[in-house]
Structures are given as C-alpha cells and as structure tokens.
C-alpha cells in the first residue's frame, strides 16, 4: 500500500498560509506516532447513530491506517485540566459543544455542507513556534462538523480521503485503498465543503456502504413504507444516516392496489371496458385524495425528508386509462400527441401530480413531489395548458437516449443530423422543462447502459461533462441508474459520477488519473491508456441506442489489449493489483468476444444476409457464453462478472440461431 500523498498535506497547509502567511512546519496536528494513539474522539454527550457511526468510522480506518485505536469519549467524559488544557490532541466529531461556532458559521448552508478543521490550541503563555507540541498548555483539535448528521459523517470520510489518502474506489474491500503508515500528522487549516448536486443518487443496491463513502444521500429506502406496500417493493437498507429523498418512478399502483381492490374504478379503465389492477386512472380525484393521505402519512413518519415520489405503472403503451375525463385530459395537448404516443399522455400524467401536489401544499408545506418524465410522459406539455406545481421537482429519465455521448454531444454541430437527433431531441425537453419547473430536476441516468449484454465501455469523462450540463441546466440532483454492475469497466464510470455529484467541477482528467493511481499503483500509465483507448473510441463512435459495441472496432481492442497486458506485466508482484487488474480483464475479455459476435450479427441482420457471418457470430457468441459460465465460477459470490445476455442470442432457442435457420431457408 501507499502512503498518504505529500501533495494532500501541502494543499492543506497552503490553504491555511494563505491566510496567515507562510505554513509553520511546526502547526500540525498528530494523531498517532509509531502505532500509538495521541488523540482522542470526542462525540457529543447524546450523539445519534449517525455521529456514532461517524466516530466508527473514523476509528476503523485510523486504525486500518496506523495500527493506533483511538478511544471514543462523550463531550462531558473529557479530561481538561485547569490551566493546562487537555491530556491529548483531540477530535471532536458533530455537534459537541466545542464545536457550536463552527456549526453556527454552518447554518446557513445546505445540509450536507461541512467543515474540516485542524486548529492549534493553547493555554497560558506565549509558547514559541517550533515548541508547541512538546508542550503543555498546546495542543492541536481536529473538527469534523457536518451542517446536519449526514454531513458530518462526509466529513470523516472526506477526512480519511483528502487528508490522509484513503480511497474507496469500488465497492468491496479489494478495492479499499488505505495508506499505511505508523505516524499520521497533518498540517493545520480548514476547509468548507458544500454539494454542487443537492440529491445525489447511487442505486447502489447492496452497496449502501460504498454509497455513502461517496456522500449519497438518497434512497430507495422503502422499509418504512406501511403494511399496505406489498414485500416485493419493500428493501431494507440499514443507512446510518437519514436519506433525505425517496426516488422511486413507479409505485404508486402498488400504493393504490395494497389499499383497495374494491374500489374497481380507482384503476385504468382498458380498452374492451375492463379494470386493470396494473395502473391507476389518472383522473379519479378519489385517487388524488388517497395519494396525497399516503405520501402525507410518509412524509409525517419521515420528516428528513425534502421530497417524496410519486409513479405509475412501467410500460409506453400498456393499460393507460380509457376513461372519458383521462381522454378529456390528453385532449388538452396538440392532437398529434394523443393516443398513447410519446409526449400523449404528459398532460393527464401532469394533471394527477398536481392534483396530488396542491394538496400536500396544504398538509406540507415545504415539501416537494418528486414526479417522472418518462416514456410516453417524457415530452414537456404545452405550457399554455399546464406546468408542474412549484413543489413538483422533475424526475427527468434519459430511457432512449443514445447511449455512447454526453447530453451536449453535436451540440455545436447541426449538419450532423439525423444522428445526433436523439441528443438534440432531449436536449429541447430538458431545457423546456427547465424553464417551466422551478423546484427544479432530477437526472435519472442509466449510467450501465453505455453498454450492451453488460459491456460497458470505460467513459468516465463523458458523465463528468454531463453533470456539469445538468448543473448549468439548473437540475438538482441526479440518480446514477448502476446498480447490478459494480463490476470490471462500469467500476470507473461509476466513481466518476460519484465524485462528480459532488463536485460537477471537478477534472475529468485528474479524477481518471487518481483513479488509476490508487487502483493500480504501478500500472496506472497503462490503464490511464486503456481506459483513455476505449473512451475515445467511443467519443468518436457514431450515435448510438442499443448496437453500442460498433465501438468494438477490431483495431481498438487490440489497442485496449496491449495497454491491458502491459498493466499485467507493470504490476508484477502487487497481488491486490492483480486481482483488481482480473477484475477488468475477466469483464475486458468477454468483450473481445462478445463485441465482434454482436458486430458480426448486425452486419446480417441489416441487410448482409449471409449465412457463413452468422455462422462465425453464433461461435464467437457460444464462446463468449462459455468464458461468462467459467467467470461464474472464478467469482461465486459476483453475480454479474460479466453481465450479459449471450445466452438468450445464441442458447437453446435463442435469437440467432433463428436467424440462420431463416437465412438458410431463404437461400433454398
Ligand atoms: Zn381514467
Ligand atoms: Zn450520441
């Protein structure tokens, strides 16, 4: 393992010189020397779980870091001696006392700002710079403060990471990379820290851990949704933390059908004049009421939360409600929206959030609604007929969109089109919602869905740059749509989207670096290379939706391949390198044959009709299917190594297979 960056502890030094003129060597905080600890965690005297898991934390990870465990004390437990100060340095963690100005210069910001702060202390006389420590009467006190709970536990792990080179790159502990080093001293100074995304979203199903290190806030926390909420929809996240958003886009049938089955017309009239039980009727106000009472009795359990959902049923065209004033309400857009087509049913979808909205405006005041636009709701309505209610914020959903380039992609060039249709069509709604939803959006990105048959390409800078759209577009939030594939190439995407939630600023080329530094030490040159390979060849990739592996050209992966092999050779030696290393090449392999098979399969199904390439996609297609069986195995505990759909294309009865056999007949 490394050692904390020198350059961390100078940034840090610096920010304090800048204020008091040069940095003082001597004006740094230990906190253990050779493996013994010389401090103590103060927590509050009636710290919360979340304070308490924060002083855990800390505590762990110092330990993991210097081999020193440093005792965890209540505020009013600590000994201060009159005149002399404290027996040792001292780290107070949330809202102690000792820290009540800092949590004042807090208050005004958003609640998941915080503060690090080392800052020399000193009791009675002048002591000389260069003595201090050796002192008594001088001591050094670290503060972790959060503007709320969940802040302060950022404030731990921003701690660990900046300050003392912790990362935590992926979930799981092989990719944990923890410093080692006996002493652990660092400079005085003190920096704020605010969100520049205020809801931040991994779907990190099983993940909630590493979520969290990356200073998530959200949940699909749905355990504390009431008996009515079938088990299905519920999971059980134990966050010690409170989320501060429930995102969900489509529970509310379940909501309605765990309340009543009695009540037939409460659901979607079809269109042979029967009641489905799978989605609702959008304009039944005694369906508005019964939401409203549903989210309002949530949001009186859960008061941390700012925003609640509401949904309905998946699907673009399935069981939308014929009934008369459903229609009516569609009638109120342009008729070429009408009848189930994209954009036809936003303006009764819009009607039922809002019917829903107003009257939470009532019973809450201050909370927002957190609505969908999606699928046939997608498209913006006409704002001459409707807008979202100011406590509606817009769930936007990117479920069609070309899956290789960044929202702005062809952007500054219009004679690209029809490709860059996709990108310009969601750019247009984007900004139209933008302008008529004041409570602001939220990004649901299917962040996986950069690839196909669970093959993602490796293009962090690509969701870096889109958060930094999103930002200027005034959205509030976002939600990283990755859950089951924590896994090979996603992994660097994934972190990317992370840390540029938090920060929309950040540099896309140093977060790769820094990435590959802490990931693969001595052959991060070469995977800076693989992963920049792969990048731009899917950058410079035509547009996109589902054949992405056209990136896959043969010429790329061979230039993916030797970067990849020359990291092998470069990491020789460093195990945990190794296994992180397999990890990208168990998912980098089944690409090289699952890419050219995917490839060889368009050329027929697109016009080339000849049987011999079907042939030769079927074999690599089998071949990929048979390395993602012995991946499996190698990981049994990873259900996704490799993602993929190969077995429903070339398996018994699968797609391919048929293709040929209809090819072949053709050809008689
Ligand atoms: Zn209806
Ligand atoms: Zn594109």
């Known amino acids: 393992m490394r050692s904390a960056s020198i350059l961390t502890l100078l940034i840090f030094a610096l920010a304090l010189s800048a204020a008091h003129g040069k940095p003082d060597p001597a004006d740094q905080m230990t906190i253990a020397k050779d493996g013994k600890p010389l401090a103590v965690i103060v927590v509050p005297d009636n710290a919360g779980r979340t304070e308490k898991f924060a002083a855990e934390e800390l505590q762990k990870y110092l330990e993991k870091i210097c081999g020193a465990r440093l005792e965890i004390i209540p505020e009013n437990k600590m000994v201060v001696e009159k005149g002399v100060g404290p027996s040792s340095a001292r780290v107070f963690i949330g809202k102690t006392t000792a820290a009540e100005q800092l949590r004042n210069m807090l208050k005004k910001r958003d609640t998941d700002a915080f503060m690090v702060k080392i800052e020399r202390q000193q009791i009675g006389e002048f002591v000389r710079p260069g003595q201090w420590d050796d002192r008594p009467g001088t001591w050094h006190d670290l503060f972790l403060v959060g503007a709320g709970d969940r802040g302060t536990l950022y404030a731990v792990y921003d701690f660990l990471e900046r300050e003392l080179g912790c990362r935590w790159l992926a979930p799981g502990e092989l990719w944990e990379e923890i410093p080692r080093q006996a002493t652990i001293a660092v400079p005085a100074g003190a920096r704020l820290e605010e969100p520049g995304m205020k809801y931040r979203q991994d779907y990190a199903l099983g993940h909630y851990d590493w979520a969290l290190k990356q200073k998530a806030n959200n949940g699909r926390r749905l355990n504390w949704m009431l008996n009515w909420m079938p088990e299905r929809y519920r999971e059980v996240a134990p966050l010690p933390i409170d989320v501060r958003g429930w995102e969900s886009a489509h529970d509310t049938p379940p909501m309605v059908l765990g309340v009543s089955r009695e009540n037939p017309e409460w659901f979607a009239l079809d269109n042979k004049g029967k009641r489905v039980m799978s989605q609702i009727c959008f304009s039944n106000p005694e369906v508005h009421d019964l939401l409203a009472e549903r989210l309002s009795q949530l949001l009186r359990e859960c008061p941390e939360l700012d925003f609640i959902s509401i949904g309905c049923a998946d699907g673009l065209t399935v069981n939308y409600c014929r009934c008369a004033r459903c229609l009516e309400w569609d009638a109120l857009g342009s008729p070429e929206r009408q009848g189930g087509k994209r954009g036809g049913h936003t303006h009764r979808w819009l009607a039922m959030v809002n019917a829903v909205a107003d009257r939470l405006a009532e019973s809450d005041p ?208 460093d195990a945990t390198v190794g296994k992180r290393l397999r990890q990208f090449e168990a998912h980098f392999h089944y690409m090289e044959l699952a890419g050219p098979a995917h490839n060889k399969f368009f050329r027929v199904y697109y016009g080339e009709r000849d049987p011999e390439l079907m042939r030769e996609a079927i074999k690599l297609g089998e071949a990929a299917l048979a390395y993602q069986a012995e991946m499996l195995k190698e990981y049994p505990d990873e259900p996704f190594p490799t993602g993929g759909k190969m077995r429903g294309y070339v398996g018994a009865d699968g797609d391919w297979p048929k293709l040929l056999e209809s090819i072949e007949k053709a050809k008689k």
């Open 366 to 573: 201050g909370k927002t609604l957190l609505a969908a636009a999606y699928s046939s709701y997608q498209e913006p309505p006409d704002p001459a007929v409707i807008k979202p209610a100011t406590n509606v914020i817009i769930f936007y959903c990117t479920w069609d969109g070309c899956r290789l380039h960044g929202f702005e992609h062809g952007s500054d060039d219009p004679n690209r089109a029809p490709e860059m249709g996709a990108h310009s069509k969601h750019r247009q709604w984007i900004e139209a919602w933008r302008d008529i939803t004041p409570a602001g959006m939220i990004m649901l990105e299917y962040v996986q869905r950069s690839s196909m048959d669970g093959m993602a390409g490796a293009n962090p800078r690509r969701f870096v740059k889109d958060m930094r759209y999103l930002k200027k577009n005034r959205f509030v939030g976002y939600a990283g749509f990755a859950a089951p594939l924590p896994w090979g190439l996603h992994i660097v995407n994934r972190y990317a989207v992370a840390k540029a939630m938090w920060n929309p600023d950040i540099d896309a080329d140093a977060l790769v670096k820094d990435f590959c530094e802490h990931a693969f030490h001595a052959a991060s040159s070469n995977m800076q290379n693989f992963v920049n390979t792969i990048e731009d060849a899917m950058q410079t990739a035509g547009c996109n939706h589902c054949h992405v592996t056209l990136w896959m050209k043969p010429e790329v992966m061979a230039a993916a391949r030797r970067h990849l092999d020359a990291a092998h050779a470069a990491a020789a030696g």
